[in-house]
């Protein structure tokens, strides 16, 4: 990461070279941005990034430099040959040998890999606006089953299942890699491997409905060892306070209905699974902080916070009741 | 047509008291019809005009829009506007720019400056030209109306299913039906200008002298002839969704969305270039005009605008790299749109190497035209950028997309057109635009548009996708965003200048004086302000630049010592020539002011209309109005006996007054419509085989086809009908009046026996379109193919009453020339259909 604080240069006239480097010099800022990557994918596309921003700039430089000097009659004496030469140059040698560098250079990258069978398998199913995941390691016999969160381990290459309940959405981390495509009726296929432990976010590309804009979620990247772990501990079931008077009042409002803890519910899949919902770190679908009082508030009316929302308001409960859903929910980890 | 002596002067013409009179007689006959009449005008110089003013005018409504947008977007999570309006707002914006503004206004300057750049008075068939405007303003007006009733399109301009099929509401349905409506009025510009330029040339306009922006509109013509009915194609198939619960696009019904995908996107990647080449045009016709001398690399230019248009049709794929196609696909398509690049760069190289060569003189078009290949060579370069598919998978729906896509069009589109509009003002109006305000207009224009769209390209790499209507506020968008937004209203506030200079009241303004610019192409002939009736004689040609190259030619002009520079009957009269050597084949009449373009259009949007509320008693009806008023237009306006064979056109030659066949513009028009139609069928052709590579086994073995005996029949009494519908043309042309009517009735009887076989296949083995795609394509192919047999059948009874009538004779025989080409096309749609339906289950 660079020292420098963000900066952006404004600039009259398309100066690409001057905008280039606003974008080195806030390459810093983003867990949403392709170009600083924290991805094998994101950093090689990230790196053709830069050449080809590079060579479009001094390209763009010379035809508008050549233009210009043509306007301004700077060219003295021009032959008659000048203009073929300008023509079969500039229009048919130049680009065609360019072009041909750049496509040997770039449909390298295109993804090339086989499934293979000792890899760890996550299932994301988008629907409108959130994300049902699931993670199934290779040994492991019972999927783990989790929303809105991704939790990847670095230096491992990932195989991403892709499908769709309703619409077409798209999976996007910008910092890992590229996106791919959520089809309802069809299966896609990303492999994504990050290299830097973080926190990060990914969203939904493909405008997919009224609230696309609020489809995202949080990618947590760790060590293996930590992974590992971490992945052994979401097995099994989370504590649930037994006295919680907040699991009460869970059950007895309906919740259960749509979302399923484990360990506590297991009828309800229409919604986003709450079994660790309290060590996650966005709720809504990476649209809010995870804390009680915006857990409250998306319980009192998600529709405010995302707009077309599924589920209801529960304004008709007594605030303290939905705050102790909220403390409950809180402690589920 | 007798050709002595070309190049013998008729006498009469140095007298100015006969020239006076002739002018008066050409006034009379071209003159522009006054009061609430006005509107019933159909001459290219009026439409044009209409037509420019209203896209325009949904462009400032798109652009009011477009600021829209930003204002949402220039700080994070606001809440100017709600989620569902931001959604209606960016898909109208997209929707009305490319649809209501980029497409018409190609057809808009063309149809208003085309027939000055061949030196005549007006295009072919002026009724239809005017019928498309009529149909593009009910329409426009329709599409844009409804968001003040919250009831506009929100699925994107892409409106790709499942959303949009899963949408309740009228939206979609107004998307669909009524751009499906305004494609109509494409089609029939595209039609008309394709003509204009192959057989409305002067008389010695070779192929290879046709001004450059003839040739792009050629191409643009054609481009449009074969990207806009996939398109529609593809509309259909999804309004049958929408409406009647044919699931083509569902996979749970054996559907596919990505079908809709490709359908689009065959029409929408050749749509960048239909927008982005009549522009070029405008600027090849400007850039050797401030270079003072011609353009150097006219073939280059010709051949590389060719290249562009039909690379432009292997590209699509690359709007869909993120779907998770196989690497070979994605190698394939990133190649072919790399390759784009090259014709691309030729042409804006052949600009570079013409100005080189001149002198440039400094004016407000030229401004705009440097402007725009500044803008475009960027948008062009990062359009290198996104087409390498690896690259792509990360700006793809990202801002630098929405970036790349804007950069494309203002600097391939919208500043050419400005410039263009600069350039042609004097030519249209007689007016100058003012040189300060143009730099003015320019300067906050170009700024504008960089200060609004240059950080998209950094916003777009920092992660921001498109089409959100709001965002965090902390992933370093803040800045970036709000910067745009500012350049959006500077942008705004320039364009705003241009529209003001462009529209003020002119008692302050320059007047124009002739050929303003020193042009050397014959447009800058015309008197200004131009006289209504356009051209002043139609010119002989002999070069490109004539007004450069010969210097007799204007006074020549002047002097009307060149074709028709009289309206000796009162009659609107111009000259259709060979295609490729431009020889006169006919002195045409093409029609004066008249009501039923208007009243047509009106129809027709009610059928589109009343559709979109399922209101089917209405659309049924406003659909018989249709047919009434396209047969009372056909019978009282076409295939006039002339009151003479032929006559004198000038320059010592004689014309008949009446051709038929492939000489004539009617056959044309019906040719290129056809080429059309068959395009639109292939879609529907192409989406039978998709779903044969989406499914394992299609068809799928437990749903019944429609066997191969029904198809079988079908295909064979159609073909019978269209046999004997060519027998009828070649008997009544052998003067055989009693054979012609049998066989024309007998056409008629095997034609409706075969929609009745053609209904029977699915029918018999009740295919149910609901419940599965392969019935509903079924359906479909066998619905298309049906109803372009009724239109058949009424053709064949039109020219049995005509024949009846006495208005179809041996000689008078353009109706039946016309309706035996429509059955050629009709015998080949049949073919394939029943091929398809019937023979395919057989082997597949």
């Given at each position: 990461m660079h020292d420098t604080k963000p900066e952006i240069t404004i600039s009259f006239g398309p100066c690409l070279p001057i905008a280039a480097m606003g974008l080195l010099l806030s390459g810093c800022v983003g867990r949403q941005s392709a170009l600083a990557p924290a991805g094998h994918d994101a950093e090689q596309i990230s790196n053709l990034f830069w050449v080809m921003t590079a060579g479009v700039s001094i390209i763009w430089a010379l035809v508008l430099g050549t233009a210009l000097a043509a306007t301004l009659g700077l060219f003295k004496n021009p032959t008659r040959l000048t203009p073929n030469i300008l023509i079969v140059g500039g229009g048919v040698v130049f680009p065609t040998v360019i072009l041909g560098i750049l496509l040997i250079f770039g449909l390298r990258l295109l993804p090339n890999w086989q499934s293979e069978p000792d890899r760890l398998q996550i299932h994301v199913h988008g629907e409108q606006w959130w994300w049902r995941v699931a993670y199934r390691a290779p040994d492991q016999i019972e999927p783990v089953i989790s929303a809105n969160e991704i939790h990847l381990p670095a230096g491992q290459a990932v195989e991403f299942v892709l499908t769709s309940a309703d619409v077409i959405h798209s999976f996007w981390i910008p910092s890992i890699g590229g996106k791919l495509d959520m089809i309802p009726g069809r299966t896609t296929r990303l492999l994504l491997e990050a290299t830097r432990p973080g926190v990060y976010r990914g969203v939904c590309a493909e405008y997919c409905g009224t609230s696309h804009a609020k489809m995202a979620f949080a990618v947590v990247v760790h060590e293996p060892k930590e992974f590992n772990a971490w992945l052994e501990d979401r097995t099994s079931d989370p504590n649930i306070g037994t006295d919680d008077p907040g699991r009460k009042i869970f059950l007895s409002s309906g919740c259960a209905a749509c979302h399923r803890i484990r360990?506590?519910?297991?009828?309800?899949?229409?919604?986003?699974?709450?079994?660790?919902?309290?060590?996650?770190?966005?709720i809504g679908a990476g649209i809010a902080e995870n804390t009680p009082k915006n857990l409250a508030r998306w319980i009192t009316d998600p529709a405010q916070m995302k707009p077309a929302v599924q589920m209801p308001a529960y304004r008709a409960l007594p605030p303290e009741d939905i705050a102790a859903i909220a403390r409950f929910l809180s402690n589920l980890n | 047509m007798k050709n002595e002596m070309a190049h013998r002067h008729g006498p009469d013409q140095d007298d100015p008291w006969i020239r006076a009179a002739q002018e008066a007689r050409l006034s009379k006959a071209w003159e522009t019809p006054g009061g609430w009449r006005y509107w019933s005008s159909v001459n290219n110089s009026e439409v044009g005009i209409w037509y420019i003013v209203t896209a325009f005018g949904f462009m400032l409504f798109a652009g009011v829009l477009g600021l829209l947008i930003r204002t949402q977007l220039?700080?994070?999570?606001?809440?100017?506007?709600s989620a569902e309006t931001y959604n209606q707002v960016f898909t109208l914006h997209g929707t009305a720019m490319m649809f209501l503004f980029a497409v018409p206004i190609f057809e808009a300057v063309a149809i208003l400056i085309l027939p000055a750049l061949l030196g005549t008075r007006d295009l072919p068939f002026p009724r239809l030209s005017a019928f498309g405007y009529w149909c593009f303003l009910i329409g426009g007006v329709f599409v844009c109306g409804s968001i003040f009733f919250n009831a506009a399109p929100s699925g994107g301009w892409f409106m790709y299913p499942p959303l949009t099929t899963k949408q309740g509401g009228i939206g979609a349905d107004i998307w669909l039906l009524g751009l499906s409506f305004i494609e109509v009025a494409s089609i029939a510009a595209a039609v008309e200008l394709i003509v204009g330029v192959l057989k409305c040339r002067p008389p010695g306009m070779h192929i290879n002298l046709t001004p450059l922006y003839g040739w792009y509109v050629l191409i643009v013509g054609g481009m449009i002839l074969f990207a806009f009915p996939p398109l529609i194609a593809g509309d259909f198939l999804f309004e049958m969704e929408r409406a009647f619960d044919w699931p083509f696009f569902d996979p749970e019904r054996g559907g596919d969305p990505l079908l809709w995908q490709h359908l689009f996107w065959i029409f929408g990647h050749p749509e960048v270039y239909i927008i982005f080449l009549p522009s070029i045009a405008l600027l090849a016709m400007i850039v050797p005009t401030f270079a003072g001398r011609p353009i150097a690399g006219y073939s280059w230019i010709v051949l590389s605008a060719l290249g562009t248009g039909f690379l432009s049709f292997g590209l699509w794929v690359h709007h869909m790299f993120a779907t998770g196609l196989p690497s070979i696909s994605l190698g394939f398509f990133s190649a072919a749109s790399e390759a784009v690049a090259i014709p691309t760069g030729i042409q804006i190289f052949v600009f570079i190497a013409t100005l080189m060569l001149g002198k440039v003189v400094r004016s407000v078009p030229m401004l705009f035209a440097l402007g725009a290949l500044a803008i475009f060579v960027a948008g062009g370069l990062t359009g290198v950028m996104v087409a390498v598919a690896p690259f792509d998978f990360q700006a793809h729906d990202s801002y630098f997309i929405v970036a790349h896509l804007h950069y494309t069009l203002f600097g391939g589109m919208l500043f050419p057109l400005v410039a263009g509009i600069y350039y042609y003002y004097p030519l249209m109006t007689g007016y100058m635009m003012s040189r300060r305000l143009g730099v003015w207009a320019f300067w906050l224009m170009f700024a504008g548009f960089n200060i609004c769209f240059l950080p998209m390209h950094l916003t777009g790499m920092l992660g921001m996708p498109r089409r959100v209507f709001t965002y965090p506020g902390d992933l370093g968008w803040n800045t970036l965003n709000l910067v745009s937004t500012i350049g959006a209203f500077v942008f705004a506030a320039g364009f705003l200048v241009f529209v003001f200079d462009a529209l003020r009241p002119k008692s302050h303004a320059e007047k124009a004086s002739r050929n303003p610019w020193k042009a050397g192409t014959v447009e800058w002939a015309l008197e200004l302000p131009p006289g209504a009736w356009g051209a002043r004689t139609i010119p002989h040609i002999e070069s490109r630049y004539p007004a450069w190259d010969d210097h007799s030619f204007m006074r020549r002009y002047d002097e009307g010592r060149f074709y028709l520079p009289d309206a000796e009957e009162g009659r609107r009269e111009a000259l259709v020539t060979s295609v490729l050597d431009a020889q006169p084949v006919q002195c045409m009449r093409v029609a004066g002011p008249t009501w039923i373009t208007l009243a047509t259009a009106l129809c027709l949007a009610g059928v589109f209309i009343f559709a979109t509320y399922h209101w089917w008693t209405a659309t049924f009806i406003s659909g018989l109005l249709t047919l009434c008023s396209i047969v009372y237009w056909l019978w009282t306006g076409t295939g006039e006996h002339p009151e003479k064979d032929e006559k004198a056109i000038g320059m010592g030659m004689t014309a008949p007054l009446y051709i038929s066949g492939p000489r004539a513009t009617g056959w044309w028009a019906m040719f290129i419509t056809m080429t059309g139609d068959l395009t639109a069928f292939l879609g529907l052709i192409f989406g039978y085989f998709f779903f044969w590579t989406v499914h394992d086994q299609f068809p799928p073995p437990d749903i019944d086809g429609p066997g191969w005996t029904w198809p079988l029949a079908a295909g064979l009494l159609l073909c019978g009908s269209w046999v004997l519908t060519y027998g009828a043309r070649l008997w009544n042309a052998r003067g055989d009046m009693l054979l012609f009517r049998m066989a024309l009735l007998a056409a008629v009887l095997l034609a409706l026996a075969g929609i009745g076989a053609l209904v029977m296949g699915p029918l018999a083995h009740r295919m149910d379109p609901t419940a599965h795609a392969y019935p509903a394509i079924v359906w479909a192919l066998v619905l298309w193919t049906g109803a372009h047999a009724a239109a058949g059948v009424i053709m064949q009874l039109y020219c049995l009453a005509a024949s009846f009538a006495g208005r179809l004779t041996p000689k008078y025989d353009t109706d039946i020339w016309n309706v035996a080409l429509y059955w050629h096309f009709m015998a080949f749609t049949a073919f394939a259909t029943t091929l398809v339906i019937g023979g395919f289950p057989l082997v597949s």
């Open positions: 360990g506590l519910t297991e009828i309800g899949s229409v919604g986003p699974d709450l079994s660790h919902i309290g060590s996650r770190r966005t | 220039a700080v994070p999570d606001n809440e100017f506007l």
